[in-house]
């Protein structure tokens, strides 16, 4: 007897549902998570672990910091802000720390390589995670291309004009096809992609250089722009218009927008495996990046819109213009020196992430196994860097990706809905079942009879009852007696044993995900009619407010204690705060546009079918069995016993890395 003897393959074990059991079986199948108790013996290379609160600081800032900060200013202010820019950042700012913190608490819980993909995977399930790392593909290769195009206009300009590039940099339209190539942006993407090949340590080193001279670029502006201001009277901020010219209404709009301005802290989460403490400077490396990244941006907006009223800035180059209206036009040489050393910094954090992906999903089978060959003298996915940076160097040589810009944030969007929804998972419903070889099945049938054995029951049934059934042991979640603060809270409590809380629990998490839906894309879709789209709204909203309620009523699962690398950072006022950054990316998701959409389907249609025809049939939890997580270790004790992992053949440890990994 066994505590789950059905394969994963072929959608095995479909338990009388049939073929289309069976393929849901697979789209749900979910991979263990390392942890201090169970750490299995890989056979893959690890990655080197070299990075530091430092390195991580300045990944983050170097991928959040674009050249678009210089060109955002005047764009928000002018049509939605107006002075109150500064608080637009602000509140892009605060809903941007949702996301942090969701990401915190899973990379210092779960701290190796595939960041959102690999969350996705533990939380979820593998099909969600197969469509998550297939979309920050897309994303990262896209984002990169159109951010090295970014750059020879730029650099173009401190030459002194756009056509200064030398010949071989400049760029060039092919006669007959109306293509504009782009020599320098591909030489850029080759020279980063080089660089990252050389390893983690070294390549950040170099980041971090380059986003410093960025940083000192942003603290002139703000140094430089407030002695204008003080000297001048700050003529942006006394206007008959008052502070909020769009109202409080256009300020929020001016905050969806600058919203963008803060993706790429992620790429600090993707970088997990490679950091020393993951526990302690993952998060306090999030953290910091997002908090300078949000206080630069404050400053230069605040400074920007009360030297120039916000209707005469330029929309192109409005911190230049600024310091030109006063006489300094020197200054845009140092203004373009930063927006070129922004790009390439953000250049860096885009081509980054990718490899490590690519490897994560080849560690899963998902991929062929190239991606995930690490050099063992660089200790970091050489093949894989080497294929993302040929790929994004071809598109950034060849296309205009400008028109595609939509789609790099459909994958963080994506990415940064799911993390919050891992974070409700693993507070509320955590895996209770782990994955272990097939040729373990002597050792889960050993245990499972010692507990058999052990008279283990609950009203009357034994804890491994039936092939392939699992039985909880656990009572009553809630303690009996003592003073009670809130009696209905307790009540809904006690009348919900473990088994109960499970299942009211993630019920609750996906009625409130679909009641996030509803709410905004009757919110948005201005074409519905009134009374249908009040309708879908009320709808949505009860049934968001009932989720909420029902999360925050009932306890959360106590295996979240051991769940992962215990003792990192707790993401607070869960459900409360997962359950927001869901609503503020679902709205953002929506609002993108249906030409943005119609083009990332595409490339998630070409996924499906990827991943039907190679993916889910070279899973490593292909042969998977399933035994409740509280018995792997004892399941692994007795294998060690009975079969050391030093045995002739190695089967014992060829296959114990293929399904843990």
Same mark, same amino acid.
């Given at each position: ?61 170097? $991928? ?16 939605? $802000? ?16 949702? $996301? ?8 210092? !819980? ?60 400049? !760029? ?152 030109? $209206? ?329 296959? !114990? ?5």
């Amino acid at each position: 007897m066994g505590f789950l003897v059905d394969s994963q393959r072929d959608g095995g074990g479909d338990g009388g549902y049939g073929m289309f059991g069976g393929c849901v079986r697979t789209l749900v199948r979910r991979k263990q998570v390392d942890s201090a108790h169970t750490k299995p013996e890989t056979s893959h290379q690890k990655l080197a672990k070299n990075l530091t609160i430092p390195h991580l600081v300045a990944i983050g800032v170097g $991928s959040t910091i674009g050249a678009g900060v210089y060109i955002l200013v005047g764009t928000v202010a002018r049509e939605h $802000s107006g002075p109150a820019l500064a608080l637009s950042f602000l509140i892009a700012g605060i809903a941007s720390a949702f $996301s942090a913190f969701c990401y915190a608490e899973l990379a210092s !819980r779960c701290p190796s390589a595939g960041s959102a993909y690999h969350y996705s995977y533990i939380c979820v399930g593998e099909g969600v995670a197969w469509l998550i790392g297939w979309a920050l593909i897309l994303e990262y290769t896209i984002g990169g291309s159109a951010v090295a195009r970014g750059i020879s206009p730029n650099l173009a300009m401190l030459f002194g004009s756009a056509d200064s590039l030398p010949f071989f940099l400049a !760029r060039q339209q092919i006669p007959g096809l109306g293509i504009i190539v782009d020599p320098c942006a591909a030489i850029l993407v080759l020279i980063v992609t080089g660089l990252l090949c050389v390893g983690i340590k070294e390549s950040t080193i170099a980041q971090a250089i380059v986003t410093t001279a960025n940083v000192l670029a942003m603290l002139f502006v703000i140094i430089a722009g407030s002695y204008l201001g003080f000297k001048t009277g700050w003529s942006g901020y006394e206007l008959p218009t008052g502070y909020f010219p769009f109202g409080v209404n256009g300020m929020l709009a001016g905050s969806a927008t600058v919203f963008f301005a803060f993706i790429g802290f992620d790429a600090v989460a993707s970088t997990a495996e490679e950091v020393k403490n993951p526990q302690r400077d993952l998060p306090l490396g999030i953290g910091t990046a997002l908090s300078i990244c949000c206080a630069l941006y404050m400053l230069v907006s605040i400074v920007i819109v009360g030297l120039v009223p916000y209707y005469e800035m330029d929309p192109d180059t409005p911190i230049s213009s600024a310091f030109a $209206s006063h006489g300094m036009h020197w200054a845009s040489y140092v203004i373009t020196i930063g927006a070129v050393t922004a790009l390439c910094s953000t250049l860096m954090g885009s081509i980054l992430p990718q490899p490590r992906i690519l490897m994560a999903m080849a560690r899963d089978g998902l991929l062929p196994p190239f991606f995930s060959d690490v050099n063992k003298t660089t200790q970091v996915p050489v093949k894989s860097t080497i294929v993302t940076g040929i790929v994004a160097a071809a598109l950034a040589f060849f296309m205009d990706v400008s028109a595609l810009a939509g789609m790099v944030s459909v994958g963080t969007l994506l990415a940064f809905t799911m993390v919050a929804i891992s974070v409700l998972i693993l507070r509320y419903v955590p895996p209770d079942e782990v994955p272990v070889p097939s040729t373990l099945q002597s050792s889960i049938d050993s245990v499972s009879s010692q507990f058999s054995q052990s008279s283990l029951s609950i009203s009357g049934k034994s804890l491994v009852d039936d092939v392939g059934t699992l039985r909880e042991t656990e009572p009553l979640l809630a303690k009996k007696g003592g003073a009670v603060s809130y009696p209905l809270i307790k009540q809904v409590q006690d009348i919900l044993n473990e088994e109960n809380r499970r299942t009211v629990a993630g019920w609750t998490i996906m009625f409130a995900c679909i009641g996030v839906f509803v709410l905004t894309y009757a919110a948005s879709d201005l074409s519905l009619p009134r009374l249908l789209r009040l309708t879908l709204c009320g709808i949505g909203g009860a049934l968001l407010l009932c989720g909420l309620i029902v999360l925050t009523s009932i306890n959360q699962d106590e295996a979240r204690h051991n769940f992962g690398h215990a003792g990192g950072f707790m993401c607070p006022f869960v459900p409360l705060l997962p359950i927001a950054c869901i609503l503020i990316n679902v709205y953002l998701l929506i609002n993108l546009g249906s030409a943005t959409w119609a083009r990332v389907s595409v490339w998630l249609i070409i996924g499906v079918l990827v991943y039907v025809f190679y993916g889910r049939t070279h899973s490593s939890l292909l042969d998977a069995v399933y035994v409740p997580a509280a018995h792997v270790d004892e399941i692994y004790r007795s294998s060690r016993d009975s079969f050391p992992a030093t045995h002739v053949d190695g089967t014992y440890c060829r296959s !114990r890395d293929t399904l843990l990994a």
